[in-house]
């Protein structure tokens, strides 16, 4: 048959109506085209619908009939023909199956699994991989602080030691700002507190105290846990899990897992397993709370300086809790020395986007600008400090508002080596005896000139905060504490200093450069007046070394800026003495 088959050829094929001779030429048609295959098909679905709709409405309706038939199971026995045997009803199958059209759609079909099994196969590490990134996102999301309000997170904590049957469990609401973090338990914290084991941990391991159950906690952990994340299906859950491959300590972390939910991508479970104990952290329910609801003792955990003294809320009478202050016993000047020094010892001065602000009621320290290990650090670093607020996120600004200022990056210029057609270029050539000295020669300049930059910011923001009048107001041993950290910043500046003059003296040599004895000076000037010099000078100098050994828009030859950078240097030296004499 070469056209398709008609509505009336195929009804009456269904119906046997057709002479025998169609009969098979039209299940000849039916095993080569699709197309009447498929609407034959939807002719038999059709009159399904039809049987199906008169068995269940019309026939119930219908009365029973007056008597059987009782030889009608009889005469249908004997006109129904005899089953085949089981091989020859499953060669005909066969046959029939392995028609051209069904072995491609058959081939079709093996080839999608194959590629299903394989990608089932290989997806245990990259899905594990991708499944931790949208853990992150979608908690980063969801644990978002809206204003006014803060994050309350219940959850259960179930310890079990190694070599015990019994177990410790513990519920504990974790009350989070933008500010803070403040676990509280509903129970007693006893000796055999699981909050208060739990706690200890974090410390030993270097783990801020933040939402149990949040994206930043759980990077911390599995970063000291290590190794490739494994994922398994546990229901309709996910297991996520991430096990030490070092050598551990008596008491060290050796795995970490997480129990997802695949719809929300939120952490339900997340258990810590230590060689003495295990941690099981479960999430019973997280909501936002506005800050209007919260308890004085509360809030002045949560919103450090909104009206604590050594942590506890100090309400007074016609005062609104926004308007409370602190109490005169905390001295925010020595506060905020204690904030300098400690991040002047992590080296958290030195050209790091952080910045210190003095109000009347706290010391404000920003590092939302810091990678996430960084804020942790200084974070738990500054967590003992009264009246100090560590703020992690972007402040929401107004519109026209400015942005503070922060510290200067260490190095803003390229440090690619300037070649030119000149005399003066081919004898530093020459001197260097490669490109690579050269550029070698170059960088470590640079980086000298950088560390004497940072040292001289770092003390141009420490006088902008203490200048002379607030520094005389300092008590003695507060003023001792400022000047240490002045005479550190100038002892770092004069050492990279000296480097720049022992590694630019060839050079003199080399143009004929005469060596310049630094004047000393013995008038008396505040060290705040002597850093604002000395980094105006370095400022210069480094100018001049960029112009000099890196590609400039202002090109300047080693000949005339070397006298020039000399002089420079000698009066930087005379400064940076003076700052160390602080």
């Known amino acids: ?24 030429n039209t299940a000849q048609h039916l095993h080569s085209c699709w197309t009447c295959r498929t609407e034959i098909e939807r002719l038999e679905r059709d009159i399904a619908v039809i049987l199906d709709a008169h068995h269940e409405s019309f026939a119930p309706s219908m009365p029973q009939p007056p008597s059987a038939w009782p030889s009608f199971d009889a005469l249908m026995a004997k006109t129904e023909p005899q089953p085949k045997k089981s091989w020859v009803r499953f060669r005909e199958a066969l046959q029939s199956f392995f028609m051209p059209a069904r072995g491609i759609a058959f081939a079709a079909l093996i080839a999608v699994i194959a590629v299903l099994v394989v990608f089932k196969l290989d997806t245990h590490t990259v899905s594990a991989k991708e499944v931790l990134r949208q853990v992150c996102v979608a908690n980063d999301k969801h644990n978002e602080i809206p204003t006014a309000q803060v994050i309350k997170q219940h959850v259960h904590i179930r310890r079990l030691l190694k070599g015990q049957n019994q177990s410790q469990s513990e519920a504990m609401d974790v009350w989070k700002s933008r500010r803070a973090t403040v676990w509280k338990s509903s129970e007693a914290e006893g000796e055999e507190s699981a909050v208060i084991a739990l706690r200890e941990e974090y410390a030993a391991n270097g783990v801020a105290i933040d939402l149990p159950l949040s994206s930043s906690t759980v990077d911390a952990w599995r970063k000291l846990a290590g190794g490739e994340p494994a994922i398994k299906s546990e229901g309709k859950e996910l297991d996520l899990s991430f096990t030490k491959t070092s050598e551990l300590s008596a008491d060290g972390l050796s795995s970490v897992s997480l129990r997802i939910q695949p719809e929300t991508w939120r952490i339900a479970k997340m258990t810590l397993q230590f060689q003495d104990a295990t941690f099981e952290i479960t999430e019973d329910n997280l909501s936002l709370v506005a800050v209007s609801a919260l308890p004085y003792s509360l809030l002045a955990e949560l919103e450090p300086g909104s009206g604590s003294v050594n942590g506890r809320a100090q309400p007074s009478v016609g005062r609104s809790v926004a308007e409370t202050v602190l109490s005169p016993e905390i001295n925010l000047d020595a506060v905020q020395l204690n904030v300098l020094m400690t991040l002047h010892q992590l080296h958290a001065d030195l050209g790091e986007p952080v910045t210190v602000t003095h109000t009347s009621q706290r010391v404000d320290v920003s590092v939302w600008q810091l990678p996430p290990e960084r804020q942790n650090e200084i974070r738990m670093a500054l967590q003992n400090e009264p009246g100090v607020t560590v703020q992690t996120t972007a402040p929401v600004r107004r519109k026209g508002e400015m942005t503070p200022a922060i510290s200067r990056p260490l190095s803003e210029a390229s440090a690619k080596i300037m070649v030119a057609p000149d ?126 050994f890196t590609t400039s828009e202002i090109p300047v030859s080693p000949r005339d800026a070397l006298p020039q950078i000399q002089q420079l240097l000698s009066h930087l030296v005379v400064e940076v003495h003076g700052l160390r004499k602080m």
């Open 423 to 548: 005399v003066e270029d081919e004898t530093l050539a020459k001197f260097f005896g490669s490109a690579e000295k050269e550029q070698a020669f170059t960088n470590k300049l640079l980086d000298q000139s950088s560390m004497v930059l940072a040292h001289l910011y770092a003390l141009r923001n420490l006088q902008a905060q203490f200048p002379p009048e607030r520094e005389r107001a300092l008590s003695s041993a507060d003023r001792a504490q400022l000047a240490s950290i002045v005479a550190d910043h100038g002892a770092a500046a004069a050492s990279a200093l000296r480097a720049l003059q022992d590694q630019i003296s060839p050079l003199n040599t080399l143009f004929h450069v005469a060596a310049t004895r630094p004047e000393s000076d013995d008038s008396a000037t505040s060290w705040q007046d002597e850093s604002v010099d000395a980094l105006s000078t370095a400022r210069s100098t480094d100018r001049l070394f960029r112009s000099v």
């Open 1 to 24: 048959m070469n056209s398709h088959l008609t509505p009336q050829q195929l009804l009456s094929y269904l119906d046997g109506e057709l002479p025998k001779a169609e009969i098979a």
